[in-house]
């Protein structure tokens, strides 16, 4: 192996800073690495990661970067789906992992955006949090509402975090929740910015909460999800193309 190849392995080379659970299938895996590129990474990127062990490495999986730009560490957030997922909660302290990138355009130019919607299906949301904790750093004044459809509100994460970022930006967050029996009593009062809607996102809860054809649409979402949200968002006479869309789904094995 020649020196050039040498140092682009360890640059490639992350270990495992910590493990964290968000939810019941949900984790948020903290790694650290000295690859520079990772230094100039913009929010909405995402990053391959591979599992090292004695008999090689894994294929390499996409996941978005959930935290922002600006954070020493680099934070993604994956729910467990498949054999690689399931094995990401049980990554030990100084683990090393392969991760490269970052990869991707999607939010490019967000932070020109005066006023934002965001469309989200589940872990989806990932790349979303990376642009709204990026906008909290750099105490951004862009209009944004995050659109945030779960089935219940067990499958949401960052919900504190999430809630002062309301206090900190110029920020509404709607969670939609398909299979909610009652969403009132998820109110509270301290919180006016954070509102909840029984159902799957739909035109009617887009136009009750805000959303205009003036705003910049970004999406992203398990495939069903997005292709039901791209009709809703036709109702409010916005173009489906100039959507920005990124679908949140792995097609890989395992």
Known sequence: MNTNNADQLKKNTWNVVKVVPENHDTHSLYLEGSDE????RKAGQFASLSIMSPDGCSDPHPFSIAGAPEDPVLRL???????????????KTGTPVKCMGP?????????????????????????????????????????????????????????????????????????????????????????????????????????RHGATK??????????????????EVGRLNVDQSAVEKESFTWLGKG
């Open 103 to 207: 990869i991707g355009l999607f939010c490019k130019d967000i932070d020109n955006k005066p006023k934002i919607v965001m469309m989200a299906g589940g872990v989806g949301v990932t790349p979303f949090l990376s642009v709204l904790r990026h906008f909290r750093n750099i105490k951004a004044g862009n209009i944004v509402t995050l659109f945030w459809v779960n089935k219940t509100m067990e499958d949401v994460f960052a919900t504190d975090e999430i809630q002062e970022m309301t206090r900190d930006l110029t920020l509404r967050v709607v969670y939609c929740l398909s299979r909610a029996d009652d969403v009132e009593g998820y109110y509270r009062q301290e919180y006016p910015g954070v509102f909840y809607e029984k159902g799957r996102l739909s035109g009617q809860i887009l136009k």
């Open 214 to 231: 003036e705003a910049s649409f970004y999406l992203c979402g398990p495939p069903p999800m997005m292709e039901s949200a791209l009709a």
């Open 37 to 40: 590129k990772f230094a100039r």
């Open 77 to 91: 957030t994956i729910k467990k789906a498949g054999k690689f997922t399931s094995a990401i909660p049980d990554l």
